[in-house]
């Protein structure tokens, strides 16, 4: 297989934005089995995070397991897309994932009720998936298996980073991920946003350590 030159070709795209408006996005959901996934599950909160020095990140938080706590949570970031006009858009298998997710959702809504702005800025801004990114700077294109962000933030070659590294916070005992996530959402919020926030503001700091030398 030919190495791919993503961020070869990329890096000059990214460079050369005159006002660079870049966020990351991932959302958690309620998924506790294999078969959850991809399958209508809950969207409960939505983590994004934007600008440079410094990193902000805005989370939002389902306030139950409902259609309309969710529905909430994806109107308030759509309303939020709308503020910060994002040029590029990050994630860490969000094309994959996150994306799908929001738009089975939106299969849902009738014609006025579409959220606009994710459509827009979906579809305008530069959308990468930083889990292909990072699997070429590691030069481990070739295995496509898709990579566990906690493996990524461990790794050696960003060890120099400042990353949040939360990951750590759904590693519960006689708990798998998902099941983790919920208990935290139910009954731990800080170590929920901790999570959060870590997921989102690293692949930040990632992509900018990759295309800036930052």
């Given at each position: 297989m030919k190495r791919p030159d993503s961020i070869e070709f990329l890096m000059p795209v990214f460079r050369s934005l005159r006002e660079p408006r870049i966020m990351s996005i991932d959302l958690e959901t309620l998924i506790e089995s294999k078969e959850d996934f991809l399958n209508n599950e809950r969207i409960i909160a939505i983590s994004m995070s934007y600008g440079i020095d410094?990193?902000?990140?805005?989370?939002?938080?389902?306030?139950?397991?409902?259609?309309?706590?969710?529905?909430?949570?994806?109107?308030?970031?759509?309303?939020?897309?709308?503020?910060l006009q994002p040029n590029v858009i990050l994630?860490?298998?969000?094309?994959?994932?996150?994306?799908?997710?929001?738009?089975?959702?939106?299969?849902?809504?009738?014609?006025?009720?579409?959220?606009?702005?994710?459509?827009?800025?979906?579809?305008?801004?530069?959308?990468?998936?930083?889990?292909?990114?990072?699997?070429?700077?590691?030069?481990?294109?070739g295995d496509f298996k898709i990579r566990k962000l906690r493996d990524v933030v461990s790794n050696p070659r960003y060890a120099t980073l400042k990353l949040r590294r939360k990951k750590e916070n759904v590693i519960i005992d006689g708990m798998n991920v998902g099941q983790a996530i919920k208990h935290l959402w139910l009954n731990d919020r800080t170590s929920f946003l901790e999570y959060c926030e870590g997921d989102t503001e690293d692949v930040l700091k990632i992509f900018y350590h990759i295309f800036y030398n930052l």
């Open positions: 410094p990193i902000r990140t805005k989370v939002l938080v389902a306030d139950d397991d409902t259609v309309k706590s969710e529905l909430k949570i994806l109107r308030d970031m759509d309303r939020f897309l709308g503020e994630g860490y298998n969000h094309s994959g994932y996150d994306i799908p997710l929001i738009q089975s959702k939106l299969r849902k809504l009738s014609f006025s009720d579409q959220l606009w702005n994710f459509k827009y800025y979906s579809g305008t801004a530069i959308v990468t998936d930083m889990m292909y990114v990072i699997a070429e700077d590691l030069e481990a294109v």
